[in-house]
DNA sequence: ATGGCCTGCAACGCAGGA
């Protein structure tokens, strides 16, 4: 079974490449962020003819998550319960055994400005929904895009990237709750390259220098981390013509 | 030193991203 979630930076732009992607790499389920579709434009025909259960949950512009599955998908949230809006940036749903909540979590901007609170207050939020959820569930896998690198190992320049938005102590902090209601971050329990990233600024050649950091991730209740074989990204997307400037990351169970 | 790219929206520039 794989399991896997990419950031396509709008999935219309992006609709033959997670067609092509998907179709190669096959995954089981597939979680992406930033839609940026609402509901009544969103590609079913062509991604149900492709073969794909769907779940999704868009708005205008912004934001916007789904998943595609090989089986059906019961839909438990679709947007992060208990907070104060509605932004579409948390889908979680049930597949079989697996809980897969798939989340973009805010950005922030830039530390200390409103969105900045916003992002902490988003992420208080959801370590309380993800320690509700795993009163109530064993195998939870949350995957997407966090806007968070947890550790400085995930950032290819560490000095130039300190305290700032992304990299900042209170979001790594945040990270770690997540991590001590007994989330295990999936990528760091095998041996990986060194300098992997998941996201490369489009700008300045980016990706092509590897100035990147690793801030989307898999991360895997102790039950469903036993059945973990391996965690990549794949940087391969990344360097395709027009691509989004996330990676997708892939996690392999038994 | 600065910004350098991309997307959607709606309108010909902006907000937002990371």
Redesign the pocket.
């Known amino acids: 079974m794989k399991i896997a979630t990419w ?1 396509v ?6 609709l033959e490449q997670v067609l092509d992607w998907s179709a190669a790499g096959q995954p089981d389920l597939l979680a992406l ?2 839609t ?3 509901d009544d ?1 969103f590609p079913v025909e062509a991604l149900e003819s492709a073969g794909w259960t769907l779940q999704y949950a868009g708005q ?4 916007g998550v789904a998943v595609l599955a090989r089986e059906q998908l019961e839909r438990l949230a679709d947007a992060l319960p208990g907070f104060e809006d509605d932004a579409r940036r948390l889908l979680a749903v049930r597949s079989g055994e697996i809980v897969l909540v798939n989340i ?7 530390v200390g400005s409103e ?1 900045y609170d916003y992002k902490l207050a988003w992420l208080e939020t959801l370590v309380s929904y993800l320690q509700a959820l795993r009163k109530e569930y064993s195998q939870i896998v949350v995957v997407g ?1 966090y ?1 968070i690198a947890p550790e400085d190992r995930d950032v290819n320049d560490p000095v130039a990237w300190e305290g700032k ?2 990299v900042s102590e209170p979001e790594r902090a945040a990270f770690r709750q997540m991590l001590a209601l007994g989330f295990e971050d999936g990528f760091r329990r095998f041996e990986q390259p060194e300098e992997s990233y998941s ?1 490369w ?4 050649g980016g990706f092509r220098r590897n100035r990147g ?1 690793r ?1 989307d991730h898999v991360l895997l209740t102790p039950e469903l981390a036993g059945r973990c074989r391996a965690v990549t990204i794949d940087r391969e997307p990344r360097g395709w013509e ?5 990676a997708p990351v892939v996690a392999e169970f038994d």
């Not at 930076?9 to 992006?14: A, D, G, I, Y």
């Not at 973009?104 to 830039?110: F, H, K, R």
């Not at 600024?201 to 300045?204: I, P, T, V």
């Open positions: 950031n930076n709008s999935l219309r732009v992006r962020q930033e940026k579709v609402t434009k205008p512009a912004y934001n973009y979590v805010p950005n922030g901007q830039s969105k895009d806007n938005v992304l996201w600024d489009y700008r300045q950091l801030i027009r691509p989004s400037d996330h």
